[in-house]
């Protein structure tokens, strides 16, 4: 016993664990509390983020958001990245009754641009990224609908370490279609 208490000591002093995950995670949705629903796909999509790890992050005057260079920075996944979100209440605290996981986005039906009221929006969450300072994390943001022909726009949120908290810092649009 005294082993796994020594070994859970040791694995949480290297970094950050699932739960900081969780927390930048709840934090985005929060940020968008207008959903009625965060129908949340499983599977984190790390397409855009891992270039953060590899590059850092920069973002120019694009769509009226100022410039911010953390090229500076190195960033990298927690300790152990989520692998699969997970819908347990006390992962997601106060809006655990909004999420919904969606195992495979692929297996729901499509509808057609007459049936629109019938389409829903879904939401990918990359792994977040931590600076390695632990100031900086940074996560990926995605939504779309399960509507033909419909759009998607995909944002990075950055969230800095305030008063040993994660408060929302900056957000830049990545893409609209």
């Not at 000591?9 to 927390?23: E, F, K, N």
């Not at 629903?37 to 270039?51: D, G, M, S, T, W």
């Not at 919904?100 to 829903?120: G, Q, W």
């Amino acid at each position: 016993m005294k082993y796994l208490l020594y070994i859970l000591l040791l694995c949480c002093s290297w970094g950050y664990g699932q739960g900081a995950d969780y927390v930048i995670a709840q934090k985005t949705l929060e940020h968008f509390a207008e959903y009625e629903k965060f129908r949340l796909i499983a599977q984190p999509n790390n397409e855009y983020i891992q270039k953060v790890c590899v590059n850092g992050f920069y973002s120019g005057e694009v769509y009226g958001e100022e410039t911010l260079d953390l090229r500076n920075l190195k960033f990298t996944y927690s300790n152990i990245p989520v692998q699969q979100w997970k819908p347990e209440s006390q992962l997601w605290g106060k809006i655990a009754n909004k999420i919904e996981i969606v195992d495979d986005f692929e297996k729901i039906a499509k509808v057609s641009l007459l049936d629109y009221k019938k389409a829903n929006t879904y939401i990918a969450l990359s792994n977040p990224a931590f600076s390695e300072d632990g100031n900086y994390a940074i996560i990926f943001f995605e939504h779309f609908t399960n509507m033909n022909g419909t759009e998607a726009e995909g944002f990075f949120l950055i969230f800095k370490k305030v008063n040993n908290e994660w408060s929302f810092f900056r957000q830049f649009t990545v893409y609209l279609t």
